[in-house]
């Protein structure tokens, strides 16, 4: 049975957390994701697959919000 994932979108920050967790997994611990570049977090949201966003609707926010939605995923993981 083929599964269809929803578009991501900027706003979609624990989709996003999600999605980075799986690609990174315990890679990055609290400390490590809270002090990755926003240069770099961007282009990896940019390359998740379903991500729908473009550059130019990025905003700081945005980024604070994946990171903090990501320390939780990391959490719940651990």
């Known amino acids: 049975m083929e599964t269809f994932e929803l578009p991501i979108e900027w706003a979609d920050y624990e989709d996003i957390a999600m999605a980075l967790y799986e690609k990174f997994g315990d890679d990055?611990?609290?400390?490590?994701i809270y002090r990755i570049r926003f240069?770099?977090?961007l282009s990896w949201v940019?390359?998740?697959p379903t991500f729908v966003?473009?550059?130019e609707?990025?905003?700081e926010g945005h980024?604070?919000?994946i990171q903090s939605?990501?320390?939780y995923e990391?959490?719940?993981n651990q």
């Open 69 to 71: 939605s990501w320390v």
């Open 57 to 59: 609707d990025c905003n």
């Open 28 to 32: 990055f611990n609290e400390g490590k």
């Open 53 to 55: 966003g473009t550059k």
């Open 46 to 48: 940019m390359e998740i």
């Open 39 to 41: 240069t770099d977090l």
């Open 74 to 76: 990391w959490r719940d």
């Open 63 to 65: 980024l604070e919000m």
